[in-house]
């Protein structure tokens, strides 16, 4: 026997159905599609289509809500940043911000800053600047000799509102004028 010998056993593989190749075929004309209708086009996709009643997806009640104006602070704790001190990945003496911590990565996404949580402990002393921080964590960052400055963040929901007052402030100065 040679490699260009071996084959698959009688019948081991079907031949794909030819369409379309005359009456006596059994397959041929409608190609076993049926007469009309949009299942005997080209082109259909109905999937979750159940003839009319209301498809499953859909007769699931709907859970959850998502708040778009929502902040969204990434969360690091002084443990896995006193592991990123001892390991080098983060410098002690320097001012440890978002842009620090994300190149040490400790915080993924994060679009409104970092926010510091007291799991862990943080033996180094240490200067922090974000977003926000627990009051654990801060009083663990003072007892190891660093401090904490707290950036004004101003919520995605507090800039619209103060936009929509500029609007309509114009709006009636507008109309008076």
Do not use: C, W
């Not at 006596?24 to 999937?47: D, E, F, L, P, W």
């Not at 911590?101 to 943080?122: F, I, M, Q, T, Y």
């Not at 007892?143 to 709006?171: F, R, W």
Request: charged share 30%; proline share 1%.
């Amino acid at each position: 026997m040679k490699l260009n010998d071996i084959r698959d056993n009688d019948g081991a593989r079907k031949g794909r159905m030819r369409v379309g190749r005359g009456i006596g075929s059994g397959k041929g004309k409608t190609a076993g599609r049926g007469q009309k209708g949009a299942k005997a086009r080209s082109g259909v996709a109905i999937n979750g289509f159940e003839g009319g009643q209301m498809p499953l997806h859909m007769r699931i009640p709907k859970r959850g809500f998502n708040n778009i104006f929502a902040s969204d602070y990434a969360i690091v704790n002084l443990g896995a940043v006193q592991k990123a001190i001892d390991a080098g990945k983060l410098d002690a003496n320097a001012t440890i911000d978002h842009a620090a911590l994300k190149a040490a990565s400790l915080a993924r996404g994060g679009k409104d800053g970092v926010r510091l949580l007291a799991k862990g402990e943080l033996t180094a002393k240490a200067s922090f600047l974000v977003a926000g921080a627990s009051k654990g964590a801060l009083e663990a960052v003072e007892k190891a000799g660093g401090k904490v400055e707290v950036i004004e963040v101003v919520a995605a929901a507090d800039k619209a509102k103060a936009k929509k007052g500029t609007a309509l402030a114009a709006a009636k100065a507008a109309r008076k004028a």
